[in-house]
């Protein structure tokens, strides 16, 4: 069974930092190239870090340089560490491999608020 637990979500205030953390079932974490989306009200589901199962990561230019991808394959975790957070970074946080369509489930996600 499929499950995706992400985790580490809170408030902050502006310039702050959080660690999330998806806990993954089964092997997906270590055979699929991940991925940190995010969803802010009214707007759609957008990916902002990968990393592939070799252990390259990529950003999206909005969190370049404040966001840090990374797995630990024997737990079957994800990582994202947020630092200088922004209030444009409020949303809810899910990890899911690059082809969600493809996994068919998406977790619950966790809620990132930063204060101004």
């Known amino acids: 069974q499929v499950q995706l637990v992400e985790s580490g979500g809170g408030l902050v205030q502006t310039g702050g930092s959080l660690r999330l953390s998806c806990v993954a079932s089964a092997r997906i974490v270590s055979i699929n190239d991940m991925g940190w989306y995010r969803q802010a009200p009214g707007k759609q589901r957008e990916l902002v870090a990968t990393?592939?199962?070799?252990?390259?990561?990529n950003y999206a230019d909005s969190v370049k340089g404040r966001f840090t991808i990374s797995t630990d394959n024997a737990k079957s975790t994800v990582y994202l560490q947020m630092n200088s957070l922004k209030p444009e970074d409020t949303a809810v946080y899910y990890c899911?491999?690059?082809?969600?369509?493809?996994?068919?489930?998406w977790g619950q996600g966790t809620q990132v608020t930063v204060s101004s």
């Open positions: 899911n491999t690059l082809n969600p369509r493809a996994l068919g489930y």
């Open positions: 990393i592939t199962t070799s252990g390259s990561t």
